[in-house]
């Protein structure tokens, strides 16, 4: 079934965007209707995160997020099989300035939230620069290898899994190659501390605190906007004071900051994964 789904990929890639971008959403309409166990995740976290809004409007931002969802899956096939230049045509990037002017003078980590484009950034990234990033093994090996040979395809970056934890992205860091790092999921109690996101307490890894502090990091955020004709990743300037006063105080301004960003596209915000699943010691599970 994988190899025919790759297959199928694969074919897809080849077509227009418009046309790529429509199967895409009908997939993703598709995995709405029948993908019954994350569609409740989506809602899930949606009550949690804007209790004023109303369900039937959460339903349907729902719905929006599982078609661009599908989208980013098919057009991952865009990744791993079209050309540079088709790359560099549909995938734009703005604010490059603030990144070249620290490669080489200091370590860079960029902060790129879970937003559906993420993938795109950071092969759009690797056409410019050489990076280094942490990535998960998925339970299934052909996808895993075809995920991993598509985000090896350009440039000489160093991909981590996250078994071998964040050494060699400070050696590399430290080497001058930026740091993609994605740290707003929840990755269960190992060096979390609970903070707000959109108000309700998080399990939040304190790394991107830790890592600058250990590496003397600018921090550079990294957002991937989706559009009806591409992609555009936006680069934006270093953060000021940071880190800041404490671990704590530096991961509450993350999250922060990863809302004000979910508030402005909600519906690209991956929503489907267990944000909330790792609860203070005696509070109850919300999935």
């Not at 980590?109 to 690797?126: A, E, K, N, Y």
């Not at 998925?138 to 160093?158: D, H, I």
């Not at 979910?262 to 699943?277: D, G, I, N, T």
Request: charged letters at 25%.
């Amino acid at each position: 079934m994988t190899r025919i789904a790759l297959s199928l990929m694969w074919l897809l890639h080849w077509l227009p965007m418009p046309v790529l971008a429509a199967v895409g959403r009908g997939f993703g309409r598709l995995l709405f209707a029948f993908a019954g166990s994350r569609r409740r995740i989506a809602l899930i976290n949606l009550r949690l995160c804007f209790p004023d809004m109303g369900e039937a409007d959460r339903l349907a931002l729902a719905r929006r997020h599982f078609e661009v969802f599908g989208r980013s899956f098919i057009e991952r096939g865009l990744l791993w099989w079209a050309s540079e230049a088709r790359i560099r045509r549909l995938v734009r990037v703005t604010g490059r300035e603030h990144l070249d002017a620290l490669i080489g003078k200091q370590p860079v980590i960029l902060l790129v939230p879970h937003f559906v484009g993420l993938d795109m950034g950071w092969t759009r990234l690797c056409l410019e620069y050489d990076m280094s990033g942490i990535y998960a093994n998925q339970k299934n090996l052909l996808f895993n290898a075809a995920l991993y040979k598509g985000r090896a395809r350009f440039g000489n970056s160093v991909m981590l899994s996250r078994q071998e934890g964040t050494r060699k992205g400070l050696k590399a860091m430290k080497a001058g190659m930026p740091f993609f790092y994605l740290p707003d999921m929840d990755f269960g109690q190992r060096d979390t501390i609970f903070v707000p996101f959109f108000g309700f307490p998080a399990a939040t890894i304190t790394g991107l605190s830790r890592l600058s502090r250990l590496a003397g990091a600018a921090v550079v955020p990294v957002i991937a906007h989706m559009h009806d004709d591409g992609y555009v990743i936006e680069i934006g300037e270093p953060w000021a004071e940071f880190p800041g006063e404490s671990i704590e105080a530096d991961t509450r301004r993350m999250n922060a900051f990863i809302e004000t960003e979910a508030q402005k596209m909600p519906e690209q915000y991956f929503w489907l994964h267990k944000r909330f699943k790792t609860r203070p010691p005696g509070e109850k599970g919300v999935y």
